[in-house]
C-alpha cells in the first residue's frame, strides 16, 4: 500500500506532465498509476523504479492525455445530442400554435410600435442565451464539476453561434427594414419574422437553462 | 502473438470482453479488467489503458454501465458494474460474438480442396 506522500507524487505526475485536469479522469488513471507501482513494489522495487515501470506502462504522457481527451469527447457528443433532443421536445405543436398566435398579433400591431421600440426588444432577445451563460458565469456555475465544465464549454460556442447567427440575419437585416417605414407592409411583415425569430432563441436560451441541469455522468464520458 | 495485430483485432470485440467479465462478477475496476485479461489469457493478450477507457466510458454513457467510487488504500476507486439493459445487452452481444467466431472458425479451417 502506497503512503500518502508517494500517491502525492504520482498525482503530481498526471497533473503535471500529462496535464490531467479533470477528477474523474484523475481519480481513474491515479489508482491505475498506483496499482501498476505497487504490484512492482511487491517485487521488491523501490518506489522510484516502480513509479517510473508504471509510467512507462501507461503510456507515459502523451498515452494519457489522450484519454483525457477521449474523455472529453465522450462527453461533449453526449451534450451535442442531449442539446438537440431538448431542443426537438420544445418544438411542438404547443410551440407553434403560441409562435402563430403572437406572430399575427405582432403583423397586426406593429404599425403602433415604434421602428426603435421593436429593434431593442429584438436585441433583447437575441441576447437572452448570452444572458444566461452570462448569469451562470457570474455564479460560478461553470466550475462546480469536471462535467460542467465541459457542458459550459459547449454553451459557451453554442450561444456565441446562436447569437451571431440572430445578429447578422436577424438584427442586421431588419435593422435596415425598419428605417424604411414607409411601405408599411413590409415593416409588418419584418416584424413578425423578427418576433419567430425571438421565439427560437428565447427556447434556445431556455434549452441552455435545461441541459446545463441535467446530470451528465459519463452517462456523460 | 504479435501485438499491433492483437490490438486491431481487440478493437471489435473489447466491449464485448469487458461486459462478459463483468457478466461474471458484480463489479471491477480498470485495472482489475487488465489484469484479469492477462490472466485468462497467459499474458498473450493485453488492453492498453488507452483503449480500456474509453471503452468503458462509452459503455457508461450507452447506460450499459454504472459506476460506483470507493475509498481503497487511502484513494479512490472507480468500480463499474452492468446495468439492467447491461446485462441484456451483454448476453445479446456474447452470442452474436460467439456466432460469428463460429463462422470465422469454420472459415479458418477450411481444407484446401483437392
Known sequence: ?221 | MNTSSNSSLLKGSLSVMILRLLEDREKMYGYEITQKVKDLTAGEMTITEGALYPALHKLEADGLLTTETQIVDGRARKYYSLTKTGHTEAAGRIAELAAFLENLNLVLKLKPSL
Open chain 1, 1 to 221: 500500500m502506497l503512503t500518502p506522500t508517494q500517491l502525492d507524487l504520482l498525482r503530481l505526475d498526471l497533473s503535471g506532465l500529462a496535464n490531467i485536469e479533470y477528477d474523474e479522469v484523475m481519480t481513474e488513471l491515479l489508482d491505475h498509476y498506483a496499482s501498476l507501482t505497487e504490484r512492482k513494489m511487491a517485487l521488491n522495487m523501490s518506489f522510484d523504479d516502480a513509479s517510473k515501470w508504471a509510467w512507462a506502462e501507461l503510456g507515459s504522457g502523451e498515452g494519457l492525455q489522450q484519454i483525457q481527451t477521449d474523455y472529453e469527447k465522450s462527453i461533449m457528443k453526449q451534450v451535442r445530442v442531449r442539446h438537440f433532443e431538448i431542443l426537438k421536445s420544445y418544438f411542438r405543436w404547443p410551440a407553434f400554435v403560441t409562435t402563430a398566435l403572437l406572430g399575427t398579433l405582432m403583423y397586426f400591431t406593429a404599425p403602433f410600435i415604434s421602428a426603435n421600440g421593436m429593434f431593442t426588444v429584438f436585441f433583447v432577445c437575441g441576447l437572452s442565451p448570452l444572458a444566461v451563460l452570462f448569469y451562470g458565469h457570474r455564479k460560478h456555475l461553470d466550475q462546480q464539476t469536471d462535467k460542467r465544465k465541459i457542458v459550459w464549454t459547449y454553451l459557451r460556442e453554442s450561444g456565441s453561434f446562436i447569437f451571431n447567427l440572430f445578429y447578422v440575419f436577424g438584427i442586421n437585416g431588419l435593422d435596415s427594414l425598419f428605417e424604411e417605414k414607409s411601405k408599411i407592409w413590409l415593416f409588418q411583415v419584418h416584424s413578425t419574422i423578427g418576433l419567430v425569430l425571438c421565439m427560437v432563441v428565447l427556447l434556445y436560451a431556455v434549452s441552455f437553462i435545461q441541459l446545463f441541469k441535467e446530470n451528465f455522468s459519463l452517462k456523460l464520458a
